[in-house]
């Protein structure tokens, strides 16, 4: 088969695909948003997210420090030094002190666990959670659990921030790399919209979403580390935790929040950064074909949850005119 064709079966099985998708979509019933936004990136929303995060990486560290520097100066006289040079405050003389217990961290941090085993060994769990997210967890920059279904307590519909740590650090969608977060017993608590599979299709307040798996994570020797984006080399399956947690969604019906991405080739997206669009339900799971060899992926429908704010929508024509005048 040559590339020519081959690249003409993929174009037709891709078309295909969205022809599918559309039609399942409008079977669940839809009505479209009309509020407009500006095409050209919202500055004040971006410096409002970047003075939030500054805020939230600055002030427990000074907040702590002034503590201490009070601390030391209210107990600088009452202090006095042990047999073995150590420096004990007044009000420790006496007592015999368990150190394990003294520094260990407060009851909210010690409950505050997550299911997966792989994250005392320093791994990425189920939810997609890494080393450097649960080491902010542990310094008590998230105040929110995420594996909570529904809204997060104070993150409104339409938050914006500029990264998808921040998105995790408000505790909306956990991971920073995968697109689900969940697991097969109670569902998926999460998912993020980054335009990872040209044939889903998404229509604002309902879309389509393709699962997870099916690609060799150890890349290639030309891309070694081209491990999210890397050609499917086997079928999808509902035996993965991640797509599992999607399936069970369906199933329960529980609600999924969902953030949309600057890299998502829709209308919906935002031109940067990434957007909470509030609550969705999966509506379907089922297995599809994907867009090589023949290769079948896990599919999702979501529809948006009633009574919520109107989702924006871009105005791509316009923005492409614009920017070719530039």
Not at 251 to 266: A, C, H, N
Request: hydrophobic share 30%; aromatic share 6%.
């Amino acid at each position: 088969m040559t590339a020519d064709l081959q690249e003409l079966d993929y174009e037709q099985q891709r078309l295909q695909n969205i022809r599918d998708n559309q039609a399942l979509l409008l079977s669940l019933g839809l009505s479209t948003p009309t509020k407009l936004i500006p095409s050209k990136p919202n500055t004040s929303l971006r410096k409002k997210a970047n003075l939030n995060a500054r805020r939230r990486t600055l002030e427990p560290s000074e907040e702590k420090q002034n503590r201490r520097r009070s601390y030391v100066s209210q107990n600088a006289d009452n202090d006095s030094v042990s047999d073995n040079g150590l420096r004990r405050s007044a009000r420790n003389q006496g007592r015999v002190l368990n150190y394990a217990r003294e520094n260990s961290p407060p009851a909210w941090k010690r409950t505050y666990k997550y299911e997966s085993d792989s994250d005392a060994a320093g791994g990425e769990s189920d939810d997609g959670m890494d080393g450097r997210q649960r080491n902010a967890k542990r310094m008590g920059v998230r105040t929110q659990n995420p594996k909570t279904f529904g809204h997060i307590s104070g993150v409104e519909v339409g938050r914006w921030w500029a990264s998808r740590m921040e998105a995790s650090t408000d505790a909306v969608h956990a991971p920073t790399v995968a697109g689900i977060s969940g697991n097969a017993t109670v569902g998926a608590y999460s998912v993020a919209l980054s335009g990872g599979y040209p044939d889903d299709v998404d229509l604002g307040e309902a879309f389509t979403y393709t699962g997870s798996g099916g690609r060799d994570l150890k890349g290639t020797k030309q891309n070694p580390k081209n491990l999210r984006t890397a050609p499917q080399t086997s079928d999808q399956t509902f035996e993965n935790s991640l797509n599992a947690a999607l399936k069970r969604s369906a199933e329960t019906k529980k609600p999924v929040r969902v953030i949309r991405g600057f890299k998502l080739q829709s209308p919906y997206a935002p031109t940067e950064g990434y957007r909470y669009d509030g609550l969705y339900t999966v509506e379907k799971a089922w297995m599809g074909t994907g867009l090589t060899n023949g290769l079948l992926v896990c599919r999702y429908a979501f529809k948006r949850v009633r009574g919520q704010d109107p989702l924006p929508v871009r105005d791509l024509e316009r923005e492409r005119m614009e920017m070719e005048e530039e």
